[in-house]
């Protein structure tokens, strides 16, 4: 049976990809994306419907284009509209009215939700690695991470009232890629990267290959549950920005608070809210759930997504190849002057 | 007395030394008769001929080049001091070294999934606390045979001294005499603070919670915990090896639920080396620490005050107990939970009494 599969939030880079993906694999019949804004460039074998699911449109498209499978991975950390107010409006409302929609469908029987392992927050208190059954030392207060727990939060009560559908929940590690707008991409990219001072985090990420991978799964299998998607192994902070040659600005910690961070964002060194945490405490995640339950053996570590996100940046300051260029080129020139001297 | 000349080495018929004048004392002025550079030279040399020859390299090309001591001394230098520092074989160790750096610098380094950063460790923490556990404190160690080669096992210890060096320096002890890492169990405070937050996770060290300590020692890693928290290593010199509450036994629980052994540790020096004589508390409830330490020489001396007492150390590991053979609830039964853990720090408490015999007095 192919399957009608609903992508929301379509227009940004991983949600069109997994609908790219989508349209070309075999088990699919049909793909519908959905989104305020329509995608920069153009989606092949996607059909897609300008609507925002903060209104009740959604229901009727559910109808319409008799969908099966819903992915929603329109909550996301930041909106098109930009201000905090309005992502957080269409990440929770948003939820909320498509979740509606589905309640009420007749069609609909799966639901395949994007969250993220900030839902753990990340505090002195935490245990070194969170498995799905635990829940945050302290819960997030602000930003997308507590937009993901009320929205997760939204879903388990949907799956409860629809025992018939199948929720898969994927709650992704910091996902880091080159061309895709991620909050710890866009940090990462930064030529000069304020840390905390004293303070070097774990860091776990996860390659958008492994992510895609295991969206299509989620999609193409049943799979239902709550599953850590993030590449093996942890870095630290320091090492993450050793590999990449960036160079760190430690500053206190009081600085990348809500006050301080004004400073920062006026030197256009702004660290998103939700980083701050993470770049105190770190965090890292358990994914035996995902190889052994959900079926996912990531391809990458967290290190060969690091090394790999590095091919996609221009060098930094302080990388590896412009030291042996700088070497290269001290030397050069000593040798230079040695010849110089001999000959005269 | 033409052949008794009497030359004053160490003025040269300069300004007296030790006057700040800037004219000769009489006294030298009537020492030092007006010689002309030409004949010092000559009986300066005839006086200490091998200093003199070995000063000549150094000194001749100093005086020809003004610009400073020439590279290929500085670097004849260096390698005779790297040879004194690595011994024998100091370029194969210093190419190691370089590469380490460049590895660090380069961030092509490993660290487990609790942040552990076996390298860093090994090489440096390690040698840091070596010389101190060895001509500060004279740790002796005990009972290593009781550490098993491979596989979990959870290390439980007294706790004292005001400050952790006592977990520090069983991790030493571990590291040197069994070869094996020592994973601490460390409480959130550490975890807050900055730098030290840093410094724990790279060591090895994580948080002391059940979640941790299993999934450690169910991957096979030796695990150290201090029961007593910070009521063992806060509590006054008066108490000193009493052992305290031993938590809420939530580490036999985890060794039960793992199925590994528990290796009793007792430490005798610890007490000793930052005596607590006193506690600001209201400072401590300020400042969101367990106690504000007063000890004879703190904060009265300021930083010197931080130089622990070098007491005699023992550090015995006693015979391990064995909870494989308890059935599989056996972590959920809190009486038997109970009963281990008093079994636990009673052959501590035991242990400490003959070690406190056995050392004598405390620090000489």
Request: proline fraction near 7%; aromatic fraction near 6%.
């Amino acid at each position: 049976m192919g399957r009608n599969v609903l992508v929301t939030g379509v227009s940004r880079g991983l949600a069109a990809q997994h609908a790219r993906v989508l349209a070309l694999h075999p088990d699919v019949t049909k793909v519908v994306g959905v989104d305020v804004v329509p995608p920069r460039q153009g989606i092949d074998g996607v059909k897609f419907i300008r609507a925002d699911i903060r209104s009740p449109v959604v229901g009727k498209v559910l109808a319409v284009e008799d969908v099966d499978t819903v992915v929603h991975l329109a909550v996301a950390p930041s909106s098109t509209a930009g201000s905090r107010t309005s992502t957080k409006e269409s990440n929770v409302v948003g939820s909320m009215q498509l979740l509606a929609a589905c309640q009420h469908s007749a069609t609909v029987r799966k639901l395949v939700l994007k969250s993220s392992t900030s839902v753990y927050g990340a505090s002195p208190r935490d245990p070194a690695m969170f498995s799905e059954g635990m829940g945050p030392t302290r819960s997030p207060r602000s930003g997308f991470a507590k937009d993901c727990v009320e929205v997760e939060g939204y879903v388990r009560g949907f799956a409860r009232r629809r025992p018939d559908v199948h929720v898969t929940n994927l709650r992704l590690a910091n996902v880091l890629s080159p061309v895709w707008d991620t909050p710890m991409s866009s940090y990462l990219r930064l030529p000069v990267l304020p840390t905390v001072l004293g303070f070097d985090p774990r860091l776990q990420v996860v390659h958008p290959e492994d992510v895609l991978e295991s969206l299509l799964r989620a999609v193409v299998h049943d799979v239902p549950g709550t599953f850590n998607v993030a590449g093996p192994g942890v870095l630290v902070l320091s090492q993450v920005l050793r590999r990449l040659g960036r160079l760190a600005v430690p500053v206190p910690a009081f600085t990348l608070s809500r006050g301080g961070s004004t400073i920062l964002a006026a030197l256009r060194a702004n660290v998103p809210g939700d980083l701050v945490q993470l770049l105190m405490h770190g965090r890292g995640v358990d994914i035996t759930a995902l190889t052994e339950v959900f079926g996912h053996r990531p391809r990458h570590t967290s290190a060969a997504t690091v090394d790999a996100f590095l091919l996609g940046l221009p060098p930094g300051s302080v990388a590896d190849s412009r030291v042996r260029a700088a070497q290269a080129r001290l030397t050069e020139d000593r040798s230079h002057r040695e010849k110089v001297d001999s000959h005269g | 007395m033409g052949d008794a000349e009497i030359i004053p080495l160490g003025v040269r018929g300069e300004p007296g030394r030790g006057s700040r004048r800037s004219t000769p004392s009489a006294a030298a002025r009537s020492l030092a008769p007006p010689v002309s550079s030409h004949q010092q030279g000559p009986v300066r040399a005839g006086a200490t001929p091998q200093a003199a020859d070995a000063e000549q390299p150094g000194t001749s090309d100093a005086s020809a080049t003004p610009r400073g001591i020439p590279m290929e001394d500085l670097l004849h230098a260096l390698a005779a001091a790297a040879g004194q520092f690595f011994g024998e074989e100091w370029e194969a160790k210093a190419a190691e070294l370089m590469a380490f750096a460049r590895r660090r610098l380069a961030g092509s380094y490993e660290v487990d999934d609790f942040g552990f950063d076996a390298e860093l460790t090994s090489r440096f923490l390690m040698s840091a606390l070596r010389p101190i556990a060895q001509s500060w404190f004279r740790v002796d160690v005990r009972g290593i045979e009781n550490i098993p080669d491979q596989g979990g096992a959870l290390v439980v210890s007294n706790h004292s001294g005001t400050i952790p060096v006592d977990g520090l320096m069983t991790m030493l002890a571990v590291h040197d005499h069994a070869g094996r890492h020592l994973r601490p169990l460390g409480a959130d405070l550490i975890f807050a603070l900055p730098v030290l937050s840093e410094l724990a996770r790279r060591s090895g060290a994580t948080l002391g919670c059940s979640q941790d300590a299993e999934r450690l020692l169910a991957g096979g890693e030796l695990v150290g915990v201090w029961p007593e928290g910070f009521k063992g290593i806060g509590k006054a010199y008066s108490e000193r090896y009493k052992l305290q509450r031993f938590g809420r036994g939530g580490f036999v629980a985890a060794a039960m639920r793992t199925g590994v052994p528990i290796v009793p540790c007792s430490i005798v020096g610890a007490e000793e080396i930052y005596p607590l004589i006193g506690n600001i508390p209201s400072l401590a409830r300020l400042l969101g620490v367990p106690y504000i330490p007063i000890t004879p020489f703190f904060p009265l001396l300021g930083p010197l005050g931080l130089i622990p007492l070098p007491s005699k150390w023992l550090i015995e590991f006693g015979e391990p107990i064995r909870t494989d053979a308890y059935g599989a609830g056996a972590a959920d039964d809190p009486m038997l939970v109970f009963n281990v853990t008093d079994q636990v720090r009673e052959t501590i408490q035991q242990a400490l009494y003959e070690l406190l015999e056995r050392r004598g007095r405390a620090f000489f």
